[in-house]
Structure formats: C-alpha cells, structure tokens
C-alpha cells in the first residue's frame, strides 16, 4: 500500500497507529521514480512538426527582440 502524505501531521497519526500496533511501517520516505520529461513526451512529434516548431519559436524570439 502506498500513501501520499498531505499534510506532515499525517505522518504522526501513523506513527501513533504504529504504536498501537494497529499497522506497521514498512519503508519511509520512498522517492517515486518519475520519466524525464523527455522521454515522457519522446516520439509525439514527427521531425517536420518539431522543426516548424523550432522555426516558429525562433521567430517569435526575433519578434520579441524587435520591441
């Protein structure tokens, strides 16, 4: 069972429970592994579709420049 503490008083109710020997914790503080972000989102766009994107992204950077 996995449980996201949302508040750092939670932490102490199971810590109680844990006294009354009504559970038992098992590991603490477990660091969720989470994708890079490019991997995550790797292959959504095709080549083309990225390079119109970079190529918008650069004019929009010369525009902003320009002001």
Not at 6 to 14: I, R, S, V
Not at 41 to 49: M, P
Request: neutral net charge.
């Amino acid at each position: 069972m996995l449980i996201q503490l949302m508040n750092q008083k939670a932490a102490g109710l199971l810590h109680e429970l844990e006294e009354l020997s009504l559970i038992k914790v098992l590991k603490e503080n477990i660091d969720i592994a989470t994708p890079k972000l490019s991997d995550k989102y790797r292959g959504i766009l095709s080549k083309e579709e990225g390079q119109k994107l970079n190529d918008h992204i650069d004019q929009m950077r010369k525009e902003w420049k320009n002001i």
